[in-house]
Structures are given as structure tokens and as C-alpha cells.
Nanobody, 116 residues
Framework: QAQLVESGGGLVQPGGSLRLSCAAS????????MRWYRQAPGKERELVAA????????RYSDSVKGRFTISRDKANRTTYLQMSGLKPDDTAVYYCRLTTPWGDYWGQGTQVTVSS
């Protein structure tokens, strides 16, 4: 059974860094695109980073541009979101989404809290 497992969230002070991981297991087919979203309490889910499997079409929301980087380890079927210069406004549950010819898969979410 295909699933995505996210890890790497936690509590960090403003200005700190975290790296989120999204590991795919089971049969999910070829990954054509990967995305990271976040949802803060009382707010709608927001797309923060996206890229195609080959690295093209990489884009970021204005709120994270220059601070976050999306990448992948194809051999380990893991997608990453490197976050630096974290701010309290980055506090949210972060979700990964992988697109394949068989459909989309979502991670379970990982909490990121930025607070002093």
C-alpha cells in the first residue's frame, strides 16, 4: 500500500532552520511533480513550494521565497523542504503532495512551530 511519511517538524526559535522530509513507500508509480503546502489554524491550506520531477517549474509563494528550498532524492523517493530564516508566521502544519500518473498522494502532515 502506497503511503507518504513526513518527518522533521518541531519547535524552533525565530531565525532557525528545519528540514522537512516526505518519504514515499509502496507502489506509487513515477513521481512527476512534488509540492509542499501548509495550513495554519483558522486559515486555508497554502501552496508554498512546487517543482517538477526534473527540477523545472520550481516556484515558491512570495511569503517563503528566498528562505525555503524544495528538493528531492530520487533514489530514496524522498522530497525535502529546507526552511531557514523561520518566522512565527511560518507556524503551521506542513503537508507534502506527490503527483504520479496513478494520482495524487498526500502526507499526514507535520507540525512546525516557530516561537521564542
Amino acid at each position: 500500500q502506497a503511503q507518504l511519511v513526513e518527518s522533521g517538524g518541531g519547535l524552533v526559535q525565530p531565525g532557525g532552520s528545519l528540514r522537512l522530509s516526505c518519504a514515499a513507500s509502496g507502489s506509487i508509480g513515477s513521481i512527476t511533480a512534488m509540492r509542499w503546502y501548509r495550513q495554519a489554524p483558522g486559515k486555508e491550506r497554502e501552496l508554498v513550494a512546487a517543482r517538477a520531477s526534473g527540477g523545472s517549474n520550481t516556484r515558491y509563494s512570495d511569503s517563503v521565497k528566498g528562505r525555503f528550498t524544495i528538493s528531492r532524492d530520487k533514489a530514496n523517493r524522498t522530497t525535502y523542504l529546507q526552511m531557514s530564516g523561520l518566522k512565527p508566521d511560518d507556524t503551521a502544519v506542513y503537508y507534502c503532495r506527490l503527483t504520479t500518473p496513478w494520482g495524487d498522494y498526500w502526507g499526514q502532515g507535520t507540525q512546525v512551530t516557530v516561537s521564542s
